[in-house]
Protein backbone atom coordinates (compact mmCIF):
# COMPACT_ATOMS: atom_id res chain seq x y z
CA UNK A 1 0.00 0.00 0.00
CA UNK A 2 1.15 3.64 -1.37
CA UNK A 3 1.24 5.77 1.02
CA UNK A 4 -1.26 8.22 -0.66
CA UNK A 5 -3.74 5.24 -0.33
CA UNK A 6 -3.02 5.17 3.27
CA UNK A 7 -3.77 8.77 3.59
CA UNK A 8 -7.16 8.22 1.48
CA UNK A 9 -8.31 5.42 4.15
CA UNK A 10 -7.21 7.30 6.81
CA UNK A 11 -9.33 10.48 5.95
CA UNK A 12 -11.99 8.17 4.91
CA UNK A 13 -12.15 6.06 7.87
CA UNK A 14 -12.33 9.57 9.74
CA UNK A 15 -14.78 11.52 8.00
CA UNK A 16 -17.42 12.98 10.24
CA UNK A 17 -19.57 12.26 6.96
CA UNK A 18 -22.97 9.88 6.94
CA UNK A 19 -22.14 6.50 4.90
CA UNK A 20 -25.49 6.03 4.20
CA UNK A 21 -26.52 9.09 3.11
CA UNK A 22 -23.36 8.98 0.15
CA UNK A 23 -24.17 7.05 -2.36
CA UNK A 24 -24.34 6.53 -6.09
CA UNK A 25 -27.04 9.42 -6.15
CA UNK A 26 -25.21 11.68 -4.06
CA UNK A 27 -21.79 11.43 -5.43
CA UNK A 28 -22.44 12.20 -9.26
CA UNK A 29 -24.67 14.97 -7.81
CA UNK A 30 -21.38 16.22 -6.17
CA UNK A 31 -19.28 15.65 -9.45
CA UNK A 32 -21.77 17.32 -11.46
CA UNK A 33 -21.98 21.01 -9.35
CA UNK A 34 -17.96 21.23 -7.98
CA UNK A 35 -15.75 22.61 -10.04
CA UNK A 36 -12.11 22.91 -9.63
CA UNK A 37 -9.66 25.77 -10.91
CA UNK A 38 -7.01 25.36 -7.97
CA UNK A 39 -6.29 23.71 -5.41
CA UNK A 40 -6.40 20.47 -7.67
CA UNK A 41 -4.16 18.09 -5.02
CA UNK A 42 -7.15 18.88 -2.56
CA UNK A 43 -9.92 18.31 -4.74
CA UNK A 44 -8.65 14.55 -5.92
CA UNK A 45 -8.51 13.48 -1.88
CA UNK A 46 -11.80 15.01 -1.49
CA UNK A 47 -13.07 13.18 -4.97
CA UNK A 48 -11.22 9.71 -3.12
CA UNK A 49 -13.10 10.14 0.08
CA UNK A 50 -16.28 10.68 -1.56
CA UNK A 51 -16.01 7.83 -4.07
CA UNK A 52 -15.03 5.14 -0.79
CA UNK A 53 -17.35 6.27 1.11
CA UNK A 54 -20.24 4.71 -1.46
CA UNK A 55 -21.16 1.23 -1.15
CA UNK A 56 -18.93 -1.16 -2.65
CA UNK A 57 -21.58 -2.17 -5.44
CA UNK A 58 -21.49 1.48 -6.37
CA UNK A 59 -17.65 1.85 -6.23
CA UNK A 60 -17.56 -1.05 -8.91
CA UNK A 61 -20.17 0.22 -10.64
CA UNK A 62 -18.21 3.29 -10.94
CA UNK A 63 -14.92 2.17 -11.11
CA UNK A 64 -14.49 2.39 -15.06
CA UNK A 65 -15.42 6.09 -15.54
CA UNK A 66 -13.95 7.45 -12.16
CA UNK A 67 -10.98 9.16 -14.10
CA UNK A 68 -13.62 10.75 -16.60
CA UNK A 69 -15.70 12.24 -13.71
CA UNK A 70 -12.83 13.59 -12.15
CA UNK A 71 -11.96 15.30 -15.32
CA UNK A 72 -15.26 16.57 -15.72
CA UNK A 73 -14.96 18.29 -12.36
CA UNK A 74 -11.19 20.41 -13.51
CA UNK A 75 -11.67 23.70 -15.39
CA UNK A 76 -10.94 23.11 -18.77
CA UNK A 77 -7.69 25.23 -18.93
CA UNK A 78 -6.44 22.77 -15.85
CA UNK A 79 -8.47 19.68 -17.78
CA UNK A 80 -5.97 20.20 -20.93
CA UNK A 81 -3.04 20.67 -18.86
CA UNK A 82 -3.34 17.84 -17.08
CA UNK A 83 -5.16 15.36 -20.00
CA UNK A 84 -1.38 14.70 -21.84
CA UNK A 85 -0.24 13.53 -18.42
CA UNK A 86 -2.39 10.97 -18.25
CA UNK A 87 -2.31 9.50 -21.93
CA UNK A 88 -1.91 5.61 -22.91
CA UNK A 89 -1.93 4.16 -25.41
CA UNK A 90 -2.65 1.10 -24.36
CA UNK A 91 -6.10 1.85 -22.95
CA UNK A 92 -9.02 2.34 -24.99
CA UNK A 93 -9.91 5.82 -23.77
CA UNK A 94 -5.81 6.55 -24.56
CA UNK A 95 -5.75 7.72 -20.80
CA UNK A 96 -4.22 6.01 -17.46
CA UNK A 97 -6.61 3.35 -15.83
CA UNK A 98 -3.98 3.19 -13.40
CA UNK A 99 -5.44 5.35 -10.29
CA UNK A 100 -1.59 5.73 -8.91
CA UNK A 101 -0.53 7.54 -12.12
CA UNK A 102 -3.55 9.81 -11.48
CA UNK A 103 -2.07 10.79 -8.46
CA UNK A 104 1.19 11.35 -9.57
CA UNK A 105 0.36 13.61 -12.53
CA UNK A 106 -1.97 15.71 -10.24
CA UNK A 107 0.75 16.08 -7.91
CA UNK A 108 3.70 17.18 -10.68
CA UNK A 109 1.04 19.33 -11.88
CA UNK A 110 -0.09 21.14 -8.71
CA UNK A 111 3.94 21.86 -8.55
CA UNK A 112 3.83 23.38 -11.55
CA UNK A 113 1.10 25.41 -10.58
CA UNK A 114 3.19 26.57 -7.65
CA UNK A 115 6.05 27.44 -9.29
CA UNK A 116 3.72 29.90 -11.94
CA UNK A 117 2.66 31.40 -8.50
CA UNK A 118 5.56 32.09 -7.22
CA UNK A 119 6.94 33.61 -10.74
CA UNK A 120 3.79 35.78 -11.48
CA UNK A 121 4.64 38.33 -8.54
CA UNK A 122 8.29 39.21 -9.79
CA UNK A 123 7.25 39.65 -13.36
CA UNK A 124 4.66 42.54 -12.42
CA UNK A 125 7.22 43.38 -9.91
CA UNK A 126 9.51 43.78 -12.55
CA UNK A 127 7.63 45.02 -15.76
CA UNK A 128 5.30 47.68 -13.40
CA UNK A 129 4.31 50.56 -15.15
CA UNK A 130 5.87 53.60 -14.28
CA UNK A 131 8.79 51.31 -12.51
CA UNK A 132 12.44 53.13 -12.33
CA UNK A 133 14.79 50.68 -13.38
CA UNK A 134 18.66 51.44 -12.84
CA UNK A 135 19.82 49.33 -15.97
CA UNK A 136 20.63 52.38 -18.33
CA UNK A 137 19.27 50.34 -21.06
CA UNK A 138 15.69 50.54 -19.89
CA UNK A 139 12.91 52.46 -21.39
CA UNK A 140 12.10 54.98 -18.80
CA UNK A 141 15.67 55.81 -17.88
CA UNK A 142 15.90 58.06 -14.42
CA UNK A 143 16.43 61.71 -15.55
CA UNK A 144 18.52 63.66 -13.21
CA UNK A 145 17.59 67.25 -11.76
CA UNK A 146 18.96 69.13 -13.97
CA UNK A 147 17.14 68.10 -16.68
CA UNK A 148 13.60 68.08 -14.76
CA UNK A 149 14.60 72.09 -14.18
CA UNK A 150 15.24 72.58 -18.00
CA UNK A 151 11.63 70.83 -18.71
CA UNK A 152 9.94 72.46 -16.03
CA UNK A 153 11.01 75.66 -17.41
CA UNK A 154 10.20 75.18 -20.79
CA UNK A 155 6.82 74.12 -19.72
CA UNK A 156 6.17 77.67 -17.83
CA UNK A 157 8.14 79.67 -21.38
CA UNK A 158 5.30 77.68 -23.37
CA UNK A 159 2.40 78.50 -21.02
CA UNK A 160 3.09 82.01 -20.98
CA UNK A 161 3.73 82.06 -24.80
CA UNK A 162 0.11 80.49 -25.18
CA UNK A 163 -1.69 82.58 -22.44
CA UNK A 164 -0.08 86.23 -24.62
CA UNK A 165 -1.12 84.55 -27.84
CA UNK A 166 -5.10 84.16 -26.69
CA UNK A 167 -4.81 87.96 -25.40
CA UNK A 168 -3.54 89.21 -28.52
CA UNK A 169 -6.40 87.01 -30.54
CA UNK A 170 -9.20 88.56 -28.56
CA UNK A 171 -7.91 91.96 -29.14
CA UNK A 172 -8.28 90.84 -32.99
CA UNK A 173 -11.35 89.54 -32.43
CA UNK A 174 -12.63 92.26 -30.77
CA UNK A 175 -11.47 95.08 -33.61
CA UNK A 176 -12.82 93.04 -35.70
CA UNK A 177 -16.47 93.21 -34.15
CA UNK A 178 -16.19 97.07 -34.41
CA UNK A 179 -15.25 97.32 -37.48
CA UNK A 180 -18.03 95.21 -38.78
CA UNK A 181 -20.39 96.88 -36.63
CA UNK A 182 -19.19 100.43 -38.17
CA UNK A 183 -20.06 99.16 -41.92
CA UNK A 184 -24.20 98.21 -40.98
CA UNK A 185 -24.47 101.31 -39.74
CA UNK A 186 -24.08 102.98 -43.85
CA UNK A 187 -26.40 100.42 -44.99
CA UNK A 188 -28.88 100.08 -42.58
CA UNK A 189 -29.26 104.13 -43.14
CA UNK A 190 -29.78 103.59 -47.17
CA UNK A 191 -32.26 101.23 -46.36
CA UNK A 192 -34.56 103.40 -43.72
CA UNK A 193 -34.01 106.69 -45.89
CA UNK A 194 -36.79 108.36 -43.49
CA UNK A 195 -34.57 108.25 -40.40
CA UNK A 196 -32.64 111.15 -42.28
CA UNK A 197 -35.51 113.58 -42.43
CA UNK A 198 -36.22 115.76 -40.09
CA UNK A 199 -39.07 115.60 -38.69
CA UNK A 200 -41.79 116.81 -39.80
CA UNK A 201 -43.81 119.84 -37.03
CA UNK A 202 -47.69 119.26 -36.17
CA UNK A 203 -50.49 121.00 -38.51
CA UNK A 204 -51.18 123.58 -35.16
CA UNK A 205 -47.64 124.71 -34.43
CA UNK A 206 -46.99 125.26 -38.33
CA UNK A 207 -50.10 127.62 -38.48
CA UNK A 208 -48.76 129.27 -35.45
CA UNK A 209 -46.16 130.26 -37.16
CA UNK A 210 -48.08 131.80 -40.33
Known amino acids: MTWADFKTRLLTEFSHEDYSKNNRATFM ?5 TKLDQHITQGLTEFDIKFNQMPQADQTA ?27 GATASGLTGN ?14 QERNQMQTPRIYERDAPGKIDNDP ?6 KDDSEITMLKTSVESL ?12 TIKSMQELKL ?20 RPF ?4 RCL
Open 62 to 88: LEPDKLRNFLNMLDPSLRRDLEPMLED
Open 204 to 207: NQAR
Open 137 to 142: TSHNPR
Open 159 to 170: VKHVETLATEIA
Open 99 to 112: WDNVRAAVHRLAQR
Open 181 to 200: RDQKKPKELEQNPRTQMPAR
Open 29 to 33: RWVGT
